[in-house]
């Protein structure tokens, strides 16, 4: 066993727990005004403790200003790396089911080990928030970044909230068993290349599902193809397994995969095949991240030419880059009201049992009809977000 385990950062906001063993319980708090938040720090982690059915061990406490639930994570790590047979916290919370079709147009990515950048996530105003695991979190930190996502879900009220497992070849089922407690929206599958991946996901969800009493199927999936062998099974990969809502793109994974620099052209096909695979599963399609966060003029470029190419959404790096995303995929004035007015003339040729209609010298037909209707459709969500 381990003489001393240490969780945490010294950066603000967050806070060091040391574990030790000792031979009853004895807490050792640390903090820069000791007499105003001594008190308050020591009952979060007695309380901690008693969840955790901890009785004896030392447990140092070096605060910088952690929230308590960011408090309560780091305990519960440090406790259970230093003693593997406690169990895990298991939270009562109260989950709101999201649409299958809400809107989608940025995914706003956090490192999961991170709780200076997990502060306030959720107050950046992106339509889905996604707690990452895998890419951004060293191997040391797994397990206390688990644990960070899983008291994050417990407190934090989501629109949305997702969480990016690792590969379930790598830490992904550990992953599950301990942030499916927090009962997040959906799970993202990184680099999924088949069908077989979605379903191995799907059991697994399932399983957890029924040990946790809830409904089973409820769990959204997100698979990410990242890699060339996953573009070119995208249309299994999105109509695997019921629980798909949308597909993303990873595109620094794929260039690095096929051999290709990341170029518009480079980045045609597999695009205009995620998006076909997506249209014929009847789900929704995400770009992948813009890298340069101070290069707006780009990021709004390269998400007009995505949305063009019928992607709904794009993933986020930074909270800077919400708004011209959003802006992208927002309907403008202008297609509101060329919308509203095919609608318009579609209603009342169907008054008057005309079946063909024209605005401007053009045809109208269905397809340009459910186009108007969706445009329509988007705006208004999009008005309710700000009301």
Known sequence: MKKTVTIGSEEKGDCLVSVSERKGLEIEITATVPDLVERGIRAVVERTARTLGLKTGGIAVEDKGALDHILSARVEAAVREMF??????????????????????????????????????????????????????????????????????????????????????????????????????????????????????????SRLEGEMGIEKGRTFIMPIIETGKGVLHAEEIAAADPRVVIIAFGAEDYTRDVGARRTRDALLFPRSRLVAASAAARIQASDTVYADIDDEDGLAEETRHIRDLGFVGKGAINPRQIRAIHEAFSPSGEEIAHATKIIAAAEEAAARGIGAIAIGGKMIDQPVLERARRTLRIAAEVKEEWQ
Not at 133 to 142: G, H, I, N, Q, T
Not at 176 to 190: A, F, R, S, T, W
Request: hydrophobic share 45%.
């Open 84 to 205: 593997p047979s406690v169990t895990a916290w298991r939270p009562t919370v109260e989950w709101q089911q999201s649409a299958r079709d809400r809107l989608r147009r940025t995914r706003l990515y956090a490192p999961g080990n991170n709780s200076r950048l997990l502060a306030g996530i959720e107050l950046h105003g992106a339509d889905c928030v996604l707690l990452d695991l895998e890419d951004s979190v060293p191997v040391a930190e797994k397990l206390s970044a688990r644990i960070l996502i899983k008291h994050l879900l417990a407190k934090i009220v989501f629109p949305e909230v997702w969480v990016r497992i690792n590969p379930l070849s790598t830490y992904g089922s550990a992953d599950l068993d301990e942030v499916m407690l927090g009962q997040p929206h959906g799970i993202c599958l990184p680099k999924a290349e088949s069908a077989g991946d979605v379903q191995a996901l799907a059991q697994l969800l």
